[in-house]
């Protein structure tokens, strides 16, 4: 075992000096989204279901390129606990030539297929044809995203994470000005309607990126030996792939599950999908505190381990979890307490705004539980302990949560409702799970150094 006394730059700020810029970082990031529903709700219901409902193809495909960073910056995290500097700019070398590699075959991906995906969910035909053209422009998002989620990564591990806070200061400056721009065709600027919520995401987003990787250049100065690159690409891809492939299957089943929600929202009409997509959108806002704590902590704990610190990476994880419970439990509780004032601001739909309410409330339900599942699950997958886990909550979702979202809103007549109620049922024992699975400490054998130590000692 591997026994650092040494502690990194992440490790001298801790949980709150790490926490606190990726807060901002999160706050201004997640907010794009809610910022681009309203934008769309004010061009017409419409446009807004249409981006609400093709977001799950996006963020499906976000999650193979976030994943594929995350392992590759938790092995790096890994390194660095354990004082291997030169190993760890080499992991990140290695990570970030597959995640480009995959940001340019996704942005083609992305392009080609949608109007089949938009098809086969069944949209009213003017939410399609929005959908359509929404997407064909967003799809520039996934190799503009490629550069941000390494940029990202790379001060997160080099305990920088203000800097991305920057970065997401400028993404969302961006974003607001040319949205309003666009929609409201602000400085003589012609109204583009979606399309031109489109390009101000791509526009914005490509701005934030210019800012991480100037920041990357400048302040982490990465040296990367093109020798130690060359010895370090096939063991680290190995790494990298062994995280990286089961920890893509839970979040890919839930984008499937997503995309198939709102297939079963459309087929009840405009309104229940207006009401899922507003619902969904707006408790992005929970998971701003339950991402931001996650991230530091997966950084905290992968270096932890990598040192083999392993008592201080369990109080670590209790500390965590204690302030992202309390912390995402609050956004909810204020959510609900403001839920027509924030259903107001997208629509004047009265149907919309008396269920606001019960909207509200079935999404608070799962908050908990569902910041249980990313904080556990995260650093489960980070220290190599995630195919399990991979395996099991997939498994419930589709034989269990899914059948049960169909059962409540077709056949008990539940409407959006049911959807809502399957959410609750999916978070709740999926969180059961996992936390039983940190409890069993097999991550304290599934790391990296770990798995090179035991087989040193076979071929010994």
């Known amino acids: 075992m591997t026994n650092s006394t040494a502690s990194t730059a992440a490790e001298r700020k801790g949980l709150w000096g790490m926490s606190r810029p990726l807060l901002v970082e999160q706050s201004l990031q997640l907010s794009v989204p809610l910022l681009d529903t309203f934008f769309l709700s004010r061009v017409s219901d419409s446009a807004a279901s249409a981006a609400g409902s093709m977001a799950p193809v996006i963020f499906f495909c976000v999650n193979i390129l976030f994943v594929t960073v995350f392992s590759g910056s938790s092995i790096a995290s890994q390194r660095l606990g354990a004082g291997s500097d030169e190993k760890a700019a080499a992991t990140i070398a290695t990570y970030a030539l597959w995640i480009f590699l995959l940001g340019g075959l996704l942005t083609a991906v992305v392009y080609f297929a949608s109007p089949f995906v938009t098809l086969f969910m069944g949209l009213p035909t003017e939410v399609r044809l929005d959908a359509d053209i929404y997407m064909s422009i967003v799809c520039w998002l996934m190799f503009i995203w490629a550069g941000k989620l390494v940029f990202q990564s790379i001060l997160n591990v080099y305990g920088q994470p203000q800097w991305n806070m920057y970065a997401n200061t400028v993404f969302f400056l961006a974003n607001l000005l040319g949205n309003s721009v666009v929609v409201f065709g602000l400085f003589g600027f012609p109204k583009m309607g979606i399309e031109g919520v489109a390009w101000a995401s791509v526009v914005g987003s490509a701005a934030g990126v210019v800012v991480s990787g100037l920041a990357v250049f400048l302040r982490i100065k990465l040296k990367i030996s093109w020798q130690r690159l060359r010895q370090e690409f096939r063991p680290a891809s190995g790494h990298i792939g062994r995280i990286a492939l089961p920890s893509m299957i839970e979040p890919l089943s839930f984008d499937l599950n997503m995309i198939v929600l709102n297939s079963f929202a459309a087929s009840l009409g405009a309104a229940a999908l207006a009401a899922k997509v507003y619902t969904f959108n707006t408790f992005l806002m929970g998971l701003i505190v339950s991402l931001a704590l996650t991230m530091a902590t997966e950084v905290l704990i992968c270096q932890k381990v990598g040192a083999g610190k392993y008592h201080e990476a369990m109080a670590q994880m209790r ?75 997939p498994l419930f979702t589709w034989t269990v949560a899914l059948p049960a979202a169909y059962l409540m809103v077709f056949v008990l007549e539940w409407g959006v409702y049911g959807i809502l109620l399957s959410a609750i049922l999916d978070e709740s024992c999926r969180a059961i799970m996992y936390w039983r699975r940190w409890k069993l400490n097999r991550w304290q054998h599934t790391h990296v150094h770990a798995r090179e130590q035991k087989a040193m000692a076979a071929k010994a």
Request: glycine residues 14%; aromatic residues 12%.
């Open 319 to 393: 500390q965590s979890l204690r302030a992202a419970l309390w912390g995402a439990g609050a956004v909810a509780f204020v959510l609900l307490l403001l839920h027509r004032p924030v259903m107001g601001l997208y629509t004047d739909d009265e149907w919309l705004l008396g269920g606001a309410f019960w909207f509200f409330l079935l999404a608070a339900i799962s908050e908990p539980p569902r910041t249980l599942n990313i904080m556990v699950g995260g650093v489960l997958r980070a220290t190599g302990d995630g195919f399990l886990i991979s395996m099991i909550g």
